[in-house]
């Protein structure tokens, strides 16, 4: 059976233009929006997550700089020193002894509070091989500013008495840095407060304190305005 071809002309006809047809340019920058639009949210999702992370661990570096320090100065202070028998302990008879039993200054650097603390105590640390050095040492805890940061660096030095010690504000090992302030507080055994206390061995009209509250502060990350706050207490043994 022959079909006259000419009876699909005007279907072949109507169905060209379609099969020809492409994307019109309307339809390309709406898929091009569509695409930014979900690009973005994903890329902003993903660099919340990351900064969430970062923030995070930059948090857990600061509660562990802050629990060292805060549990390095509790050690040295709950091992205070305050008789005056160790001269006999002295191995050098020529040596003359540290004047120093407690001193604790109000200072500030830069409208911070950057107190210093130098006492006696048992804590000493030994980095030698071998059998390690004991007997009261005098311990000494400052700041320096770092210029780079704007913030406050903690250093601890660590000399036994019988050595001459470094200067002031010298000879330390850094224990940690990124502070925003470092404050002690001595209380007397009537609970008062005091911003600075001196006893020295020659003139031990002034005792230990009863106890010294410790304040250190670090950058917040998540929220500069308000720094992360750690506070400890430590109650001195009397004198012996």
């Known amino acids: 059976m022959n079909f006259p071809m000419k009876n699909l002309k005007p279907y072949a006809s109507r169905l060209r233009p379609y099969a020809d047809s492409g994307f019109t340019l309307l339809e390309i920058l709406l898929a091009i929006f569509i695409l930014t639009l979900v690009v973005s949210a994903v890329f902003g999702a993903f660099r919340g997550t990351f900064k969430v992370v970062d923030d995070t661990e930059a948090q857990e570096e600061i509660y562990a700089a802050a629990r060292v320090a ?21 191995p050098d008879a020529n040596a003359t002894r540290q004047q120093v039993m407690f ?5 500030e650097i830069n409208d911070k509070s950057a107190d210093n603390l130098r006492f006696l ?14 007997g009261p040492a005098e311990i000494s805890y400052y700041t320096q500013y770092q210029e780079e940061t704007g913030e406050l660096a903690l250093y601890r030095s660590d000399t036994l008495d019988y050595l001459e010690s470094p200067d002031p504000g010298q000879g330390g090992l850094l224990l940690c840095e990124g502070l925003k302030w470092l404050d002690f507080i001595y209380y007397d055994e009537n609970g008062n407060a005091h911003k600075e206390w001196a006893a020295s061995e020659r003139n031990n009209e002034a005792p230990l304190p009863a106890r010294v509250e410790i304040s250190i502060g670090f950058e917040n990350a998540l929220d500069p305005e308000n720094p992360l706050q750690f506070v400890t207490g430590v109650a001195l043994p009397p004198l012996s």
Do not use: M, N
């Open 121 to 134: 105590s048992w804590a000493h640390v030994s980095f030698k091989t071998g059998r390690p050095e004991e």
């Open 103 to 107: 001193l604790g200054e109000d200072h």
């Open 70 to 90: 805060l549990e390095r100065i509790s050690e040295d202070l709950a091992s205070v020193y305050g008789a005056v028998s160790a001269v006999e302990k002295t």
